[in-house]
């Protein structure tokens, strides 16, 4: 029983273990788009403004307000009138008091906007920045799927180079023993020997580099995912056999939303714009209000005065003066429009280089890769010729050892140049 108890605490926490699987690009993306932070944020943008455009709305439609108050008045006001007016003598006079102490009022108000050309501008420019935050979420999402596919593909090319240098072990390992050997016939220098053993040492810190490496990839694709820190990532992608699409030409930024994020926030300035200079027109709204009025002394034997209220009628508000308010609204509104324009101007530069600077390096990388492949398969043959001529006895260490280095100088140049040619040719043509 007691085993059983411990062996359920051991395989507890590893029970509560998750597993997040991340087949492909599009797995990943997919991935981030329902679970990261990042993209959620993004997301949550265009329904604040559309809750903005409800709220802009609803300052169009009529206002209905119930209200109802108490008051005690230990003074009530009293005028002196000639008490003629109220079947007294002539040229005599008496007090008239207004009210009783004890006042309770209900009602109702009804305010209808009739003309107001302000507000119809406001809910504008908020049916305008809503279509801009949609666009605000896509280009935020596009630039955190730039950066997912960057930490994506520089993982596999680390993991691919990590089992470059676990085939290098295997040579290595052969070498020393080689060496070994020809050392305790007394037919080798033991400072050779010394340099293979070294050579093997290194190549077994490099494995620690390599995998630090992928572990910080790993640990940045977990934070962009927001991934449980009890939850394990697994990349069963790898670089596969790229096609080499020839480059082609310039690509439209008008589709980018970067690009229709900038062309919004300019309507959106122009909208401000015109909302300001409508600030100081007239605005008419139909009120409307009833009432109902109960006055007493709550004094035994005294009768309750009752009486109701209504009115109906239109309101009309001028501006007329509010300390150049209206001007200096218009003044700021104006330069941010132009500061938005430039912004568009700037943008549209920004876009054009990035999309150039990619095309350029998926050109560079589709020029070389037919030399990097061939430079890589010739270096291969070279060290399988020295690990013969080795074993033989025929090669000497210096000369594995250049051919050696120069063999993994050639893989790695083909593995990153191979990524770098997916990754560009992605980003070039947009399509992820």
């Known amino acids: ?27 990943l993306l997919r991935y981030a788009d329902e679970n990261s932070a990042t993209a959620r944020q993004a997301q949550l943008q265009p329904e604040i403004s559309r809750q903005d455009v409800k709220l802009q709305s609803s300052l169009l439609y009529p206002r209905v307000n119930v209200f109802g108050s ?7 006001p009293v005028m002196v009138i000639p008490a003629e007016v109220l079947g007294g003598a002539p040229g005599t006079y008496m007090k008239a008091q207004f009210g009783l102490p004890y006042i309770f009022q209900a009602g109702a108000e009804l305010s209808i906007p009739v003309v107001d050309l302000e507000k119809w501008a406001q809910l504008q420019r908020a049916r305008a920045q809503y279509v801009q935050s949609q666009w605000s979420s896509k280009a935020a999402l596009e630039q955190f799927h730039l950066q997912l596919m960057q930490v994506y593909y520089q993982v596999l090319v680390t993991r691919e180079v990590a089992a470059l240098n676990d085939e290098n072990m295997e040579t290595v390992t052969e070498l020393v023993r080689i060496m070994e050997d020809r050392k305790s016939a007394g037919i080798l220098d033991p400072a050779d020997y010394n ?17 630090k490496s992928i572990q910080a990839g790993m640990h940045s694709l977990r934070s962009l995912l927001s991934v449980a820190v009890r939850e394990e990532i697994t990349l069963t992608d790898k670089l596969s056999t790229f096609g080499w699409p020839v480059p082609g030409g310039v690509q439209d930024i008008t589709s980018r939303p970067a690009w229709q994020e900038a062309e919004l926030k300019v ?16 605005k008419l709204n139909l009120n409307s209000r009833y009432a109902y009025n109960l006055q007493s002394k709550f004094e035994s034997g005294t009768n309750n005065v009752e009486f109701e209220t209504a009115t109906i009628g239109l309101r009309l508000d001028i501006p007329v003066f509010r300390g150049n308010y209206y001007r200096s609204l218009q003044k700021r509104n104006s330069l941010q429009l132009q500061s938005v324009m430039l912004e568009k101007d700037r943008t549209a530069a920004s876009l054009n280089q990035q999309h150039a600077d990619w095309q350029n390096q998926y050109k560079a990388a589709y020029l070389k890769h037919t030399v990097s492949e061939e430079k890589m398969n010739t270096a291969s043959d070279n ?21 050696f280095i120069e063999y993994n100088r050639a893989k790695m140049e083909y593995l990153q140049n ?3 040619g997916v990754l560009y040719y992605l980003l070039s043509t947009q399509k992820f």
């Open 1 to 27: 029983m007691r085993f059983i108890i411990v062996l359920i605490i051991i395989l507890l926490p590893a029970a509560g273990v998750g597993q997040v699987y991340i087949h492909d690009l599009g797995g």
């Open 70 to 76: 108490g008051d005690y008045n230990p003074l009530i």
């Open 195 to 211: 340099r293979s053993v070294n050579l093997k040492l290194s190549t077994e810190a490099a494995r620690v580099d390599y995998q």
């Open 267 to 282: 309507k959106v300035s122009q909208l401000a714009l015109a909302e300001s200079k409508r600030g100081g027109l007239p």
């Open 383 to 403: 060290l399988r010729i020295a690990r013969l001529n080795v074993k033989e006895g025929v090669m000497e260490f210096d000369e594995f050892n250049n051919i």
């Open 418 to 420: 191979l990524a770098d």
